[in-house]
């Protein structure tokens, strides 16, 4: 079972320059995010996406754009990368959406391994 | 005011004592809280949960929930050097279906 799977693990990217971070999981979950971590800080949520066919913004949205392919794939991109976007990208995935629909621990987040992006 | 709130630490503890992280939040809504450990260069992973008023007690972690005043604590009995990681608070946000991240308390465990 590999549960959330992210791709690349690691890329330079130079200024201006564009790319994709890719996202799976196979885990039948509704729900979808992307966060980043700079040192030393707690993750910060990009997007999200509570279901298929939905997307929303975060706490630190601009510069990125989403799109949630099906239920298993939930893709970040970058279209003109700068400096202040090196940092570590996790994506993650939950199966409930409200507390209301189904056990509390329906709740829970599995991430991915991470993906370090460096833009120099 | 930020949306979750932690000492960042370090929290330096003796090998064996009690180790005592401490999360405030501001969404009064907030139903369900997660604890997560986080080692450098790893993922989060998921440590403790809590979901009603009180302890919840899991081997040697602790979860405390007093929604009244949105505080929620993780108590570590008998630490030991491989806790030594960064802690992360997380309440879910049930009015927008999101986890927010507090920036996380740094432990240290000296043997």
């Known amino acids: 079972n590999a549960g959330v799977t992210q791709t690349p693990k690691f890329q330079v990217l130079k200024t201006g320059q564009s790319m994709t971070l890719q996202c799976a999981q196979d885990m039948n979950h509704n729900s979808m995010y992307w966060y980043r971590q700079d040192p030393g800080m707690g993750l910060r949520l990009i997007y999200y996406?509570?279901?298929?066919?939905t997307t929303d913004k975060g706490e630190v949205p601009n510069g990125y754009n989403v799109s949630r392919l099906n239920k298993r794939e939930f893709s970040l991109r970058l279209e003109s990368a700068a400096p202040s976007q090196t940092s570590v990208y996790f994506c993650?995935?939950?199966?409930?959406?409200?507390w209301g629909q189904g056990l509390p621990t329906g709740n829970t987040i599995y991430f991915g391994e991470g993906s370090w992006l460096t833009v120099v | 005011q930020k949306e979750v709130e932690q000492n960042s630490g370090p929290l330096s503890v003796p090998e064996g004592a009690i180790a005592s992280l401490n999360c405030t939040y501001s969404?009064?809504?907030?139903?369900?809280f997660f604890w997560y450990r986080q080692y450098s260069g790893k993922s989060p992973e998921l440590i403790m949960s809590i979901y009603s008023n009180g302890d919840k007690e899991d081997g040697r972690f602790t979860a405390q929930l007093n929604k009244a005043s949105q505080y929620v604590s993780l108590l570590i009995r008998d630490s030991q050097p491989s806790d030594s990681a960064t802690y992360l608070c997380?309440?879910?946000?049930?009015?927008?279906?999101?986890?927010?991240f507090g920036s996380g308390t740094r432990l240290l465990v000296r043997p």
């Open positions: 997380a309440p879910w946000m049930d009015s927008s279906y999101k986890l927010i």
């Open positions: 993650a995935s939950n199966l409930q959406m409200s």
């Open positions: 969404d009064r809504g907030s139903q369900s």
């Open positions: 996406s509570a279901s298929e066919g």
